[in-house]
């Protein structure tokens, strides 16, 4: 796979994504993938598996056989697409190392649920902003991974790139053409949507540019997910008439998230403005629930959600493994511009 990649002049994941048949890749790029593949001769090989009785067991593998995730919040509400994603990436693999995974949600205040007092739970890993002193006493004789941008000192961490996602975003609109970029964003009080932002800003700065933003101030303490449809529209329409009769003029926008994307398509066309041709567009996310009805499609970033939750569970294992690895690791796993409609 890394030969095709190299000969093809793309990465390991759109090479996947093209085996696969999973996400999206343009016509260009997976006739060049495909024709790398039949020059090289590769053929991708399922790994079969040994048979139970065969197996022999491992001095390193983990004293018990369950992987604990805890929900901490509703997060994952706001982007099931991806968050489903993650967890097949975790799922994944645990059971490459003969893992399972059980998970919980826990909001603060809440009594230790009897799952997570099992005496076969291996690891922890914690999804959402922040754990409560209580959750985190009772869990301190276990491993933990944080699996989310979180409030929380120290601690280990794998995370998505978010801020390298707004520098690719600044990059794709450079090359592009565009003088006058703007960032629009529905919810500013997002940890991830405020890095990307501030990736964003410094992708330009570097360049010497700078952009205008545009946020909203009315759903800042609302979460996006829990916002009716009619009221997401009301707030992108608002976004779009500030942008719109600024001084900035904008040629170019980066959006955060897939989400606000299609939205923002709509509210445009309702103005007579032709998205990828008056106004280019770049988004966050790669999922394709929300930009296969958008044309142009525009070009987005895949955060590579599944390679997370993969990674997180390797490094969770990590740790199990070997508790003095080190009191903190954080883990960012880069982004990957897919191109829409060009």
């Known amino acids: 796979m890394t030969e095709v990649a190299r000969r093809a002049g793309v990465s390991q994941a759109t090479v996947s994504r093209v085996v696969n048949r999973n996400g999206y890749v343009s016509d260009e790029v997976a006739e060049s993938v495909t024709r790398a593949i039949e020059e090289l001769g590769y053929q991708p090989v399922a790994r079969r598996s040994t048979p139970e009785k065969e197996k022999a067991p491992s001095p390193t593998s983990p004293p018990g056989n369950m992987i604990a995730l805890v929900m901490l919040d509703d997060s994952m509400d706001a982007n099931p697409t991806l968050a489903l994603s993650k967890l097949r990436g975790v799922e994944a693999a645990a059971a490459n190392e003969g893992l399972t995974v059980s998970i919980t949600r826990m909001h603060g205040g809440d009594p230790l649920p009897l799952t997570l007092q099992r005496k076969d739970i291996v690891g922890i890993l914690l999804w959402g902003r922040s754990a409560d002193s209580a959750l985190k006493r009772a869990l301190s004789h276990l491993p933990t991974m944080w699996l989310s941008s979180h409030a929380e000192d120290g601690g280990q961490v794998v995370l998505v790139g978010n801020e390298q996602a707004g520098r690719i975003a600044a990059d794709y609109l450079i090359q592009h053409g565009v003088t006058r970029p703007a960032f629009l964003c529905l919810s500013p009080d997002r940890p991830a949507f405020a890095q990307r932002g501030n990736g964003f800003r410094f992708g330009l ?29 009301r707030i992108v329409a608002t976004l779009v008439d500030q942008m719109l009769t600024s001084e900035h003029s904008t040629d170019g926008i980066f959006i955060p998230d897939d989400q606000i994307t299609c939205l923002v398509y709509a509210e445009l066309r309702k103005r007579a403005i032709e998205p990828g041709k008056d106004i280019l567009i770049v988004s966050c996310g790669n999922e394709d629930a929300y930009l296969h009805g958008l044309h142009p499609r525009p070009a987005t970033i895949d955060l590579a959600p599944e390679a997370t939750g993969r990674l997180a569970v390797e490094q969770l294992l990590r740790l199990v493994r070997n508790p003095v690895a080190g009191k903190r690791a954080s883990v960012v796993v880069t982004p990957e511009l897919v191109l829409g409609d060009e």
């Open 205 to 233: 700065h570097v360049a010497g540019m700078e952009s205008a933003t545009f946020v909203s101030t009315e759903s800042g303490s609302v979460p996006l997910d829990s916002l009716s449809r009619s009221e997401k529209f």
